[in-house]
């Protein structure tokens, strides 16, 4: 048992790609992890392949290191606004923050939405400014921004009084003064231990608590809870009462208990007040159970985080092409697969349908349902997915719709395409500044529903130089209608293989997304057509051989390359009507509707049913 005055329990929060990540690496580093010889991956937080494949933290993750005599725990935790669920159970586990912001891009919507977090938790805070390296860097211009942020949140005079950090992550440097660059990160390590609080003391005749914050698997030990002692002592082959949500009590017994130490998780033989720990040898476990001691069992608050604003349908693949490449097919196991995310991931919801081969899947934003459904097939699962819609809630008889703060960070010549593109999407610009070098910051308010396709088309009229960061901000009420996609869909009428020759004409009428020698079936959709209608064609049609030549008939056939529709793009892309169908091999678009009468007569009907 570790002494609780010994004891730091720190989170590393920032917004996206301001250096979390980058920062831990050099911490455990300079904090012994490692061997002096040892071969380390850069960004070795991020052990998970999709976060290797993005660059980005998905998961929060848990470290520790040893410093002077104190135990200095890690929560390193996501940047982007859509895994803000992962952020908030990472703080119920702390008793401080390490702040970091990025020296020229300042304050972003995500750090707004960490340190609310932070703030209404009472946690003190070290400041780091990260990046002064940086020629665009404004170091003493963002610690401004950031005391106008703390101030702007209703922050207290004692809350102001934290420490600044100067730092270059990528070098692993760190100083108390920005004009003084430091060799390494010893004066953050100091702060550290100077200025976050140890855990609070328990009461004396406190019972064990232990809240379960986030979960983990083992094949040897099978699920594995993860959380802070509040009080108590707890020790392997120790009997505990386990509870649950609705106040239901359980009975258990600790099989293994661990500890952290740099990456590893490491046997103990007992914990004590302030650790956080890892036990396994409970079944079923899930975020926001308590462990507590059988004789005098006493439930902490469960964990709550903020209400989803997004949903998506997931359904079992019905294409001509279903079970070809997948290993799970059947309802019963995308069922069972979106429950264990749901009792993983405490900010998504899984609901059922009036079809029973449907689940509605509720969650923070399109990344995220992206990334499930990504997690999702590259363990052998089939599936078709809708495209993102948001959550209307009624609040006093009226209809209310989730808004969203966006931030564009982009050069001055695009400002008023962006704002002109942003307008039917009933996007209002609230704020603008100036950042220098020709380039402006551009806040705008919009609804979530707005946002769906922006993304993409945003990367294109700003010739990729522009940087869109969004965060949830309340609920409006309904803003009316938003259009959609401009352009219509070109549809494939038949099952076959794709051939070059009918490619070749297809291409003048529209944007291919399928390359020659794909296997096509009736109602999966191979291009963006020009035009606003959709278009059915035969794209398995060879040329007709005979024995006599004539002039113009050789002609070569060049294919332009096809649009690469990944799955993010492809879930932005698709329409009401439309699906994404997404196998461990392939990911393919469709109709809901496979068959070009059934579409025929169900639009027929459409418009009967709206004259009437």
């Keep these: 048992m570790f002494p609780r005055e010994k004891i730091r329990n720190i ?14 690496d050099h911490m455990l580093r300079q904090g012994g992890a490692f061997r002096s010889n040892e071969q380390v991956a850069e960004r070795v937080m991020d052990s998970n392949d999709l976060e290797k494949e993005k660059g980005i933290t998905i998961m929060a993750k848990n470290t520790a290191i040893m410093w002077k005599g104190h135990q200095v725990n890690i929560v390193d935790t996501p940047g982007h606004a859509d895994f803000g ?23 972003l919507p995500q750090t707004r939405f960490v340190l609310s977090k932070a703030l209404g938790l009472g946690l003190k805070t070290v400041l780091v400014i990260n990046k002064i390296d940086r020629k665009d860097a404004r170091a003493r211009e963002v610690l401004d921004a950031v005391y106008s942020l703390y101030i702007d949140l209703g ?39 100077e200025h976050i609080s140890p855990p609070p003391a328990p009461e004396t005749d406190a019972t064990t608590q232990l809240l379960i914050a986030n979960l983990d698997y083992d094949d040897f030990v099978g699920r594995i809870g993860i959380g802070r002692m509040s009080a108590g002592r707890l020790a392997p082959n120790m009997p505990v009462a386990v509870c649950r949500d609705a106040g239901k009590i359980e009975q258990g017994k600790i099989v293994k208990l661990y500890g952290f130490s740099g990456l590893k998780r490491v046997e103990i033989a007992d914990t004590g007040p302030g650790e956080i720990v890892c036990i396994a040898g409970i079944e079923d476990l899930s975020i926001g159970d308590t462990i507590t001691s059988v004789e005098n069992p006493k439930p902490l608050p469960r964990i709550k985080v903020d209400e989803p604003t997004m949903m998506m349908v997931f359904r079992v693949n019905d294409s001509p092409y279903a079970g070809k490449e997948g290993k799970y097919v059947t ?19 899984v609901e059922d349908t009036d079809a029973p081969d449907a689940f509605k899947v509720v969650a923070r934003g399109e990344l995220q349902l992206a990334v499930i459904i990504e997690t999702m097939r590259r363990e052998g699962y089939e599936l078709t997915a809708s495209n993102p819609e948001p959550i209307i809630k009624e609040i006093d008889g009226v209809k209310h719709e989730p808004m969203e703060l ?20 009933r996007g209002r610009m609230v704020d603008m500044v100036q950042l220098g070098g020709g380039r402006t910051r551009v806040t705008y308010r919009i609804p979530a529903r707005g946002l769906v396709g922006f993304r993409s088309e945003y990367l294109t009229i700003t010739k990729g ?25 070109i549809i494939a009428d038949r099952i076959g293989e794709a051939i070059p020759y009918a490619l070749f004409s297809i291409q003048e009428r529209g944007k291919l997304f399928v390359a020659p020698g794909t296997q096509l079936y009736e109602g999966m959709i191979i291009g963006e057509h020009a ?3 959709d278009l059915d064609v035969n794209a398995s049609r060879e040329k007709k051989l005979t024995n006599i030549r004539a002039a113009g008939r050789d002609e070569n056939v060049i294919l332009t390359p096809p649009t690469e529709m990944g799955l993010e793009k492809a879930l932005e892309w698709i329409g009401s009507d439309e699906l994404v169908e997404v196998t ?6 469709r109709k809901r509707m496979l068959g070009f009468n059934d579409r025929y007569r169900a639009e027929r009907d459409r418009k009967r049913e709206k004259e009437e």
């Design 531 to 533: 035009h606003p209608n």
């Design 11 to 24: 989170a590393i929060v920032a917004h996206v790609d301001h250096g979390k990540t980058t920062l831990v």
């Design 584 to 589: 461990p091999k392939s990911i393919r678009l």
């Design 85 to 107: 669920g992962e952020v908030e159970r990472g703080l119920r586990m702390v008793d401080g923050v390490l702040l970091l912001v990025d020296a020229a891009e300042g304050p």
């Design 331 to 349: 309802s019963r196991n995308l069922r069972d697969r979106l429950q264990k995310e749901s009792y993983r991931n405490v900010s998504i919801r």
């Design 155 to 193: 922050a207290e005079e004692k809350d102001l009084e934290f420490p600044v950090i100067y730092a270059i992550a990528r070098e692993g440097k760190a100083s108390l003064k920005l004009d003084e660059p430091n060799g390494d990160l010893h004066p953050l390590f100091d702060k550290i231990v």
């Design 465 to 489: 130089e522009g940087l869109a960061s969004s965060q949830f901000d309340g609920w409006e009420p309904h803003m009316g209608y938003i259009p959609r996609r401009s352009n219509g869909a």
């Design 406 to 425: 966006l931030v564009c960070d982009l050069p001055e010549t695009a400002i008023g395409i962006v704002t002109e593109r942003l307008g039917p999407r």
